[in-house]
Nanobody, 122 residues
């Protein structure tokens, strides 16, 4: 199971760090991804990190702004978000999968957290 947290209301230009806590002792074997879904829009890829944590992948829209990381000893993944903009407002979901190293496709993730709402005010 995955539990996402850390969302909230922040002003434009601010920062947030989302966490994704995983249960079980094999989190280190899973690639992890973050997706987001804004009202009325489809779920979109944000970032992914390989199971070893040595390789990351980002959507073009967040490159240089967001950083994905993981601490396998703590069974937790993170998404650090800086210079937030109103268009970053969405429910953010973490996901995990063992089959694909860093997929950007939500259909290729088997496990999902419940989502955490990020609201960026202008």
């Amino acid at each position: 199971q995955l539990q996402a947290s850390g969302g909230g209301l922040v002003q434009a230009g601010g920062s947030l760090r989302l966490s994704c806590a995983a249960s079980g002792r094999t989190f280190g074997l899973y690639a992890m991804g973050w997706f987001r879904q804004a009202p009325g829009k489809e779920r979109e890829f944000v970032a992914a990190i390989r199971w070893k944590g040595d390789t990351t992948r980002y959507a073009d829209s967040v490159k240089g702004q967001f950083t994905i990381s993981r601490d396998d000893a703590e069974n937790t993944g993170y998404l650090s978000m800086n210079s937030l903009k109103p268009e970053d407002t969405a429910v953010y979901y973490c996901a995990a999968d063992r089959r694909y190293p860093m997929s950007n496709m939500p259909t290729e993730y088997d496990y999902w957290g419940q989502g955490t709402l990020v609201t960026v005010s202008s």
